[in-house]
């Protein structure tokens, strides 16, 4: 992130695909205001007390969060996810909730976190900080492999390792794009049971995504398998940094005998980190929560179809620079997502710092390696192209320019092995 902070700095006129930011074009500053206001009328609706109203927004407030309630209802409204409110905990941003998730269920050293490979940075970012040993799961063309979770859960216990939980971004993942399949899904929890797995469901892009999404892991968990993390970021607005996370297990002592919920466990972690989640930050989203009904989906029915037309018009860009004989010719496909912010591309060249920097440099376009999100090595023939914060007009110009820049450095390394074959827009990275 520092690399690419810096190089941003440095060629302010490039078009740039590589932070996966909202679009701001939704954000007015008095809107904050209004959640705000919106939260404290709801409180002083139901008959709170005004001194407690001010300590809400003045005073520290509890570890859990003040606003639980009001995201157990929108779980419910939106997802189908019936948890209650002492399952979840408030965290600032998901980034936290990662932090809190891993230090609570891993403490032996035998112990192992399974990511997806590629995989989002922050959570290997997290095992790292933490000293936690991670195992990749390759996705396939089509994303998470099932089979290959279970050959790696197989390959960890034979060599003397413990898998203790999976990590993974079900819906238009960062950074491929791909998602879990429903009968995937339902395989997925199936093994998780089976071999005593947790799963750490990440999921940031379900509700600024057009049509109907497959349900999320939570919502088909009847056997509490699932914690679940949530982000506002994208949904309300990154500033405001909150996050949740759903864990409504129950945790034992050595003798079998049920504490509580994982949730409380984190609060107390929690509480030696962060202390609280800051209650203006919930209180604008709480006023979000309540103007939609808990509904997020149907407050981001323009985000989301803003989304869906950027990726649209980024495939369609994609097509027209690369149609099927120069994509044969250099080497170059892509996949298809169906949602999210995130797309992929691969070409005949390695696809490193030293070329981004040529390719903001020369060409005026930034994008991310995708060997940034391999844990074990992998991606560096593969960029990742985030849209979500651009214009039509810029992603135009952008991909004008991405194709100048992959012609070109094509040619400086020879030529380029054919591509397979696609009937589709490009073939799967």
Known sequence: MNFLNEITDRYPQAVSFAPGRPFEGFFDTGDILTAIQRYLTDLAERGVPPERIRNSLYQYGPAAGQIRELIAASLRADEDIDVAPESIVVTVGAQEAMVLVLRALFSRPDQVLLVSSPCYVGITGAAALLDIAIAEVEEDENGFSCEEFEATVRREIAAGRRPTAVYLVPEHSNPSGNSLSGPDRRRLLELAERHDILVIEDSPYRRVSRGPQQPALKALDHRRRVIHLGSYAKTVFPGARVGFVVADQSVRDDDGRGTGLLAAELAKIKSMITVN??????????????????????????????????????LHELSRVFPAGERERLGVRWNTPTGGFFLTVKVGFRADDAA??????????????????????????????????????????????????????????????????????????
């Open 356 to 429: 981004l920097s040529r390719s903001a440099e020369h060409f005026g376009v930034l994008w991310t390696p995708m060997s940034y999100f391999y844990p074990g090595g992998g991606g560096t023939d593969t960029l990742r192209l985030a849209f979500s914060y651009l214009t039509p007009a810029q992603i135009e110009e952008g991909i004008a320019r991405l194709g100048r820049f992959i012609e070109a450095e094509t040619l400086r390394h020879g030529p380029a092995p054919a591509a397979a074959p696609s009937g589709e827009e490009g073939s799967p990275a």
């Open 277 to 314: 989640t800051p209650p203006l930050s919930q209180a604008a989203v709480a006023g979000v929560l309540i103007a939609s009904g808990g509904r997020l989906s149907q407050a981001n029915v323009r985000a989301a179809e803003h989304y869906g037309e950027s990726l649209d018009a980024v």
